[in-house]
């Protein structure tokens, strides 16, 4: 049997569209052995709705390494323990294609490199930054380019406590794009810039102090509020609670606040608040950054059909 472990992710942090991602240490567990044909399993999120065929998106991802190789994979059975929300904005299509890469890999003997299997994710995912995240873990700065994915690590002090409201509401990452404006002004893009590179900055010099400018959005989350019309005040609120810096998660519908330890509970208790007030159903959860990105364990290679 072969196991994968592969982290939710955060995306955008705020300013960094498309380029700025993190990894949480909550995430989906999968594994794989022989079967006579290919069978999924899907327990947790998504257990009611995931293919459990070979359209399930992990074995997908793990036959677009195949491919690249010029063959066929084995079927297999794919027990899928998912813990990671659905159309969330954490990365859920992330985790399912890290885990098939990583799979699917090592199912061939690891001729790939993660820089290689970072180029299939991303092509898989349209973007970089999720994959980026999951595969590597840590905060990551990522951008696409002709030559290939470019990417960074960046070494956070005094990292802070995350807590994350999730609503039941989902947002469809599709639909989230499509509310984007096609132009965005001058001024709107100088605002996106320094604030990302200040946010890099606070985060790698432990200025909590910082987050709070660091996390603010000119290009992305005002649109995308109206699918989430709480979205300003669940902000407001975990702000006054005391949190350093809050974000829309990804593509939403989760909102994300970056907390020292001590305030950790009153920005839980204010989403909480807030939400309920806001007819907002859903939950708060707590999470740290993870530093360790996917990884698959079990040694088992079956080379490729042709």
Known sequence: MLTVRAPATSANLGPGFDCLSLALDLGNVIRAEPSPTVMVEVVGEGA?????????????????VFEARGGLPPPLRLRCENAVPLARGFGSSSAARASGLLLG??????????????????????????????????????????RGIRHCSVAVQSPPCLVLYVPDVRMDTRRARELLPR?????????????????????????????????????????????????????????????YGTFLS??????????????????????????????VSGRVLRACIAEQGAVVSGQWAVGSRQ
Do not use: K
């Open 183 to 243: 132009e965005v002004s001058l001024e709107a893009a100088v605002y996106n810039i320094g604030r990302a590179a200040l946010l890099v900055a606070a985060l790698a010099n432990g200025r909590t102090d910082l987050l709070r400018t660091a996390t603010e959005d000119a290009l992305h989350q005002l649109p995308r509020s109206r699918m989430l019309p709480a979205m300003p005040r669940l902000f407001a609120a975990a702000l006054e609670a005391g949190a």
């Open 105 to 146: 890999n090592r199912l061939l003997g690891d001729p790939f490199s993660v820089d290689e299997l970072l180029e299939l994710g991303a092509r898989m995912e349209g973007h970089p930054d999720n994959i980026v995240a999951c595969l590597l873990g840590g905060v990551r700065v990522s951008v696409a380019t002709d």
């Open 250 to 279: 990804g593509a939403g519908s989760s909102i994300l606040a970056m907390t020292g330890e001590g305030e950790a509970q009153a920005v839980a208790d204010a989403f909480a608040a807030t939400a309920a007030h806001e007819g």
């Open 48 to 64: 009611d709705e995931l293919p459990t065929d070979a359209s399930n998106e992990v074995y997908r991802a793990l036959s677009r």
